[in-house]
């Protein structure tokens, strides 16, 4: 059953160096918030895992708390390149990041397969594709029946999931409204989960078909308000496009980059910095 935390608290108690971590959100709900408070607390040489890294696993990655990336696409959104991950890949820095690259719909299928207790995912999507020459985790068999050529690749189930949502309820289930990507997928799949929220409430509200994760899927729940900005939260606020833009500046010179994860980051606390 769920467990309610502070963000601090949460992140010391349940994500160790060494731990493959999924944090997961799409377009909106990133938890920036428990990404920060990662850095803070000098987490290192952890696996991430995202279908689509973009400014906050760049942050980690420059912070120096990864040593390998899987995903599916990465980039800074209607911008550009991610400049830390670039330079991590590229010369090695802060440390040498492994990166394992697939497709969206191969994750998608991974995590699945994952939250099923499955060993492995199956899909047609690789037949054709040149990535595996690059990754060694996409295998083919033959389906016994009907002889069809298919691809595998194992199933995602890390040692954290991550997620940010709207509210949980105080008997700690959470709702995530709007766009919807892998978050529930990711935390069934997961030995343990932090789920950060905007608010806790009485009744979730939740609508006809709305994505309710139950309590006794989930670990630890934060209270992180604002905890997806500079991303947005459906009903809560919108996202802040400019920063994305200025990301691109900051990301590309290493002492800009240190400069402002000081200021941003480190010399904040988790209420601080999600205010």
Not at 59 to 66: K, L
Not at 194 to 222: M, Q, R, Y
Not at 226 to 238: E, K, N, Q
């Amino acid at each position: 059953m769920a467990e309610f935390l502070s963000l601090q608290d949460a992140v010391s108690r349940y994500i160790s160096n060494g731990d493959t971590v999924a944090m997961e959100g799409f377009t909106h709900l990133i938890p920036f918030a428990a990404g920060h408070e990662i850095i803070r607390q000098e987490k290192r040489d952890l696996t991430l895992i995202r279908m689509t890294p973009d400014l906050i696993y760049d942050q980690m990655i420059g912070a120096g708390c990864a040593k390998k990336l899987i995903f599916s696409w990465g980039g800074n959104p209607g911008v550009g390149s991610l400049h830390r991950l670039r330079d991590a890949v590229e010369k090695g820095w802060p440390n040498k990041l492994e990166i394992l690259e697939h497709s969206h719909a191969a994750m998608a299928n991974a995590y699945e397969a994952g939250a099923a207790g499955l060993p492995l995912a199956v899909l047609r999507g690789y037949v054709g594709s040149d990535l595996p020459k690059v990754n060694d985790q996409i295998k083919f068999i033959e389906c016994p029946f009907t002889g069809e050529r298919l691809a595998a690749v194992p199933s995602v189930r890390p040692d954290v999931a991550v997620i940010h949502a709207q509210r949980a309820d105080r008997k700690g289930n959470v709702l995530v409204e709007g766009i919807i990507g892998i978050q529930k997928e990711a935390v069934l799949a997961a030995k343990r989960s932090i789920v950060t929220v905007e608010e806790i409430v009485d009744d979730l509200g939740a609508s006809v078909n709305a994505c309710v994760i139950p309590s006794w899927a989930i670990t630890a729940i934060a209270v992180a308000p604002r905890g997806s900005r500079p991303s947005y939260a459906l009903g809560y606020y919108d996202r802040d496009n400019a920063f994305y833009q200025e990301w691109d500046g900051i990301a590309r010179d290493r002492e800009t980059f240190q400069a402002w994860l000081k200021e941003n980051v480190f010399e904040k606390t988790a209420e601080e910095g999600a205010a």
